[in-house]
């Protein structure tokens, strides 16, 4: 499977500190996905990284990617209050028509 | 919030009743996607359809019936229904299948007593 898996589970930090959150997978990928869930919403697409990139910048967001170790992390700088959501990682895509999801990492942003 | 509408927003339903899940995209994609989230597991892909072609049924009861009448709609037929199938059902469209970012709606939170 290409399940992602996030860690941690949960994350709550105080407003203006980062917050880093990684995702762990198990076979090849085409790409790596980071998507946000706010309370029984639906996803929101953050950032994608392909296999042959290792590291990703998009505003306060910033995205690695070892394919050697099978990992990724997810950095939020200076974050929000708005930034409590759940976030996700996703692999796959591609000619398999499917993108696998973790169970994310549910971030809590206290201001 | 995004291209991809999905009515209704909250469904409850009886095991034995019938209803229909809807999903609209506004975005000119040719792919779309149900997905079931459930507490405390990873979201599940249920569906795809590409050019209105059923593309990848991920192994779905059949108590669930898709159906796309075109690029744009994507309905999901429900009957006879378990508790257990209680969820938030997610679409999700994309420029083509399989491509590498999915818009997705906000979902159809069901109950089923």
């Given at each position: 499977?290409?399940?992602g898996?996030?860690?941690?589970?949960?994350?709550?930090i105080?407003?203006?500190?980062?917050?880093?959150?990684?995702?762990?997978?198990?076979?090849?990928?085409?790409?790596?996905?980071?998507?946000?869930?706010?309370?029984?919403?639906?996803?929101v697409?953050?950032?994608?990284?392909r296999?042959?990139?290792?590291?990703k910048?998009s505003?306060?967001l910033?995205?690695?990617?070892?394919?050697?170790k099978?990992?990724?992390?997810?950095?939020?700088?200076?974050?929000?209050?708005?930034?409590?959501?759940?976030?996700?990682?996703?692999?796959g895509?591609?000619?398999?028509?499917?993108?696998?999801?973790?169970?994310?990492?549910?971030?809590?942003?206290?201001? | 919030?995004?291209?991809?509408?999905?009515?209704?927003?909250?469904?409850?339903?009886?095991?034995?009743?019938?209803?229909?899940?809807?999903?609209e995209?506004?975005?000119?994609?040719?792919?779309?996607?149900?997905?079931?989230?459930?507490?405390?597991?990873?979201?599940?892909?249920?569906?795809?359809?590409?050019?209105?072609?059923?593309?990848?049924?991920?192994?779905?009861?059949?108590?669930?019936?898709?159906?796309?009448?075109?690029?744009?709609?994507?309905?999901?037929?429900?009957?006879?229904?378990q508790?257990?199938?209680?969820?938030?059902?997610?679409?999700?469209?994309?420029?083509?299948?399989?491509?590498?970012?999915?818009?997705?709606?906000?979902?159809?939170?069901?109950?089923?007593?």
């Open positions: 499977s290409q399940q898996e996030e860690d941690p589970q949960a994350l709550s105080q407003e203006g500190e980062n917050a880093t959150m990684n995702c762990s997978y198990k076979t090849s990928i085409n790409n790596l996905q980071w998507y946000r869930q706010n309370s029984g919403r639906g996803l697409h953050l950032i994608l990284i296999s042959n990139e290792r590291e910048h505003g306060r910033r995205v690695t990617l070892d394919t050697s099978k990992s990724s992390s997810l950095l939020i700088t200076a974050s929000r209050a708005a930034d409590t959501a759940s976030y996700f990682c996703a692999t895509g591609g000619s398999n028509y499917k993108l696998t999801f973790g169970k994310g990492t549910l971030l809590t942003v206290n201001p | 919030e995004t291209g991809v509408t999905q009515t209704p927003r909250h469904l409850v339903m009886g095991m034995t009743n019938k209803k229909s899940l809807k999903c995209q506004h975005l000119g994609h040719n792919a779309m996607y149900w997905y079931k989230q459930s507490a405390k597991k990873p979201l599940e892909l249920m569906f795809v359809y590409s050019l209105e072609e059923r593309v990848e049924n991920n192994s779905v009861p059949s108590r669930f019936s898709p159906e796309c009448p075109n690029s744009s709609h994507l309905f999901l037929h429900l009957h006879t229904l508790p257990e199938d209680s969820a938030l059902y997610l679409c999700a469209s994309s420029q083509v299948a399989g491509a590498d970012e999915q818009f997705f709606g906000p979902g159809t939170r069901l109950t089923v007593l």
